[in-house]
């Protein structure tokens, strides 16, 4: 069964700093699609971004950009000039063919005024 | 696009009592998932439609619980005969019919079973 493993529970990071979250994967799929979503305060889970795994290329919005090393099964998150909205819970999520949308336990982010 | 919506926001239950929510899924969408989340945790998948059809069911979906979606629009979830380990965060999601189609999600049920 694939899981999705999140080691830091919490991390904490500098407004205006930049900050990695990691994320690692089990699938002895080749194809699939890896995301992480931001949950705030208010509970609504937002995507972030999302990686498929065929693309060599690492996604990239905004602030946010992600580092995938596919034979690793890494999926770490770097968010760049933090802001206190950055604030939230971050999940990472892999999914493949029809299975449904796997999640880690997830990182709680502090930002740090 | 009114994105995806539940109700109730919050309920609270006697243990022993049934409860239903719904979810209204972006209307475009003909993928519908329910996930549960407690405290701490990420959220756990329960089941899934496409369309009216549910594809699959989590182990983690007793025979207390059921979901529909008749019309292959708004879906319920109804748990029969509460038990205090039902207590949790229900959340609904949809997405287009595709698999790498990113879930959008609703803000959740908080149900609280006392």
């Known amino acids: 069964a694939q899981t999705v493993t999140q080691s830091q529970p919490e991390m904490s990071v500098q407004e205006a700093e930049t900050v990695t979250l990691s994320c690692t994967y089990d699938?002895?799929?080749?194809?699939?699609?890896l995301f992480w979503y931001k949950q705030p305060p208010s509970r609504q889970m937002i995507l972030v971004i999302r990686?498929?795994?065929?693309?060599?290329q690492n996604a990239t919005e905004n602030r946010f950009s992600v580092n995938f090393q596919k034979a690793a099964k890494s999926f770490s998150l770097k968010i760049s000039d933090s802001q206190l909205g950055d604030a939230a819970m971050y999940f990472c999520?892999?999914?493949?063919?029809?299975?449904?949308?796997?999640f880690g336990k997830g990182t709680r982010l502090s930002v740090i005024a | 696009d009114t994105g995806v919506s539940q109700d109730p926001r919050h309920k609270i239950t006697k243990r022993g009592q049934n409860v239903t929510f719904r979810c209204d899924p972006i209307?475009?969408?003909?993928?519908l998932y329910w996930y549960r989340q407690t405290l701490g945790q990420g959220p756990e998948f329960l089941t899934y439609?496409?369309?009216?059809?549910?594809?699959?069911k989590s182990r983690l979906l007793s025979d207390r619980f059921s979901a529909e979606r008749p019309k292959g629009s708004f879906s319920t979830l109804e748990i029969q005969r509460t038990e205090q380990g039902d207590s949790a965060m229900y959340l609904c999601?949809?997405?287009?019919?595709?698999?790498?189609?990113?879930?959008?999600f609703g803000n959740g049920t908080r149900l609280t079973v006392t």
């Open positions: 990686q498929e795994a065929y693309k060599q």
């Open positions: 209307s475009e969408h003909n993928r």
């Open positions: 439609f496409q369309n009216e059809a549910q594809l699959e």
């Open positions: 999601a949809s997405s287009a019919d595709s698999s790498n189609s990113p879930l959008h």
């Open positions: 999520a892999y999914i493949s063919g029809n299975t449904p949308l796997v």
């Open positions: 699938t002895s799929e080749s194809d699939y699609y």
